[in-house]
């Protein structure tokens, strides 16, 4: 006989710490679920486990409406089912953000209860899931009279409080995938813009002006069509440009004649991609005035681009050597304004440019 008490106490201990398992488990699941799918699945199962009942369902709040969405019974009674909120329990339990506990639907002539009357459910609880602005409802029922415990009660909170945890999680990822999904589209319908608006450029300038005229400015057009294309392919894989591909993309296009007297140098480094696309217009500026006036505009002119990080600031230095004598007058025009605005406004920097004799010198700072 002691045996045999012994026995019965320690299976009335075990029977607690099975359900904390349980419930543990539940919210582990929760927390990783994907889908509404999947938490409509597990939430009625769970909750009818854990507190013993005949029948447990998810109700989800839809408009003015509660959808039941879930039910885990032998007979289920709800499953599909959509009530208005103010004609159900479930719908009370939400507009009033309370727990609703009826111990014997025999015993209550409520009006919200009236749609229990054609089933043979005897006793029930409700509880709001999201206890401030609540989404939903998890309901277990009895089809015998029964009063849940405080205890009970308080395990299917725990539950019904991981479930909006887990919707609401849901949903938001949901959002941000709709979000995704229409930037992409516009950023393609961007993409295609942009070629088209570069090609119709390029064919009005063959068109209107000298030959001489139209292939300088085809050549800028390339250097800018191309930048873009390598800021919105990195871009559109990593946060992050590389300042040596940048460097090379925007002068590649002036020909191999011209790249063969380009020496480029420095440490491997990135830059987001705001500041990628504001330094690839200061590269072209440059690149444009070196063809037009300073070292890329003769045979044996040569072009130094190197660049290094230093007490938290990163410097490019644009050296040309062996070119024409440049005078700062020659230069300073609408492009040469845009390249200090883009320099000290955008990218918060410093601009320094000097007219030595052997070549233009230029220093750019950013903050790194």
């Known amino acids: 006989m002691i045996e045999s008490g012994i026995q019965r106490q320690n299976s009335k201990s075990e029977q607690p710490r099975q359900d904390i ?24 199962n769970t909750a ?28 289920p009674f709800w499953k599909g089912r959509c009530i208005a909120l103010t004609e159900c329990a479930a719908g009370w339990t939400i507009l009033h953000k309370q727990n609703l506990v009826v111990p014997d639907l025999g015993r209550d002539d409520r009006p919200l209860l009236k749609a229990y009357r054609r089933t043979p459910i005897a006793g029930t609880v409700i509880v709001p899931v999201h206890a401030s602005d609540p989404v939903g409802a998890i309901e277990v029922y009895w089809l015998r009279s029964y009063q849940a415990s405080s205890q009970e009660i308080s395990t299917l909170q725990t539950l019904a409080h991981a479930t909006a945890s887990a919707i609401e999680h849901i949903r938001l990822v949901d959002a941000l995938s709709r979000a995704l999904t229409d930037a992409e589209l516009a950023r393609d319908e961007l993409r295609h813009r942009v070629k088209n608006a570069y090609a119709a450029v390029q064919a009005l300038a063959q068109l209107s002006l000298p030959p001489e005229h139209a292939h300088a400015l085809s050549v800028r057009l390339m250097a800018l069509a191309r930048a873009h294309q390598l800021l919105d392919h990195e871009l559109a894989h990593r946060a992050t440009v590389d300042i040596r591909e ?13 790249t063969n007297r380009i020496q480029v140098d420095g440490a491997a480094l990135h830059i987001d991609g705001p500041r990628a696309v504001a330094l690839g217009l200061v590269l072209n500026e440059l690149a444009t005035n070196a063809l037009k006036h300073g070292a890329l505009s003769k045979s044996e002119g040569r072009l130094m681009v190197y660049w290094w990080v230093e007490n938290g600031w990163l410097s490019l230095s644009w050296v040309e050597r062996d070119g024409p004598e440049v005078k700062a007058a020659a230069i300073e025009n609408f492009g040469s304004r845009l390249l200090r605005r883009i320099v000290e406004q955008q990218l918060r920097g410093q601009l320094e440019r000097r007219f030595e004799a052997s070549g233009v010198e230029c220093r750019i700072s950013i903050p790194f």
């Open 246 to 258: 940048l460097v090379s993309t925007e002068l590649e296009p002036y020909g191999p004649e011209i």
């Open 48 to 75: 009818r486990s854990l507190l013993n009942a005949d029948g447990a369902a998810l109700i989800l709040r839809q408009s003015n409406d509660c959808i039941y969405v879930e039910e885990d019974a032998v007979r």
């Open 21 to 44: 398992n349980e419930l543990i488990r539940a919210i582990e699941a929760l927390s990783s679920a994907t889908n509404l799918e999947d938490v409509a699945q597990l939430v009625p």
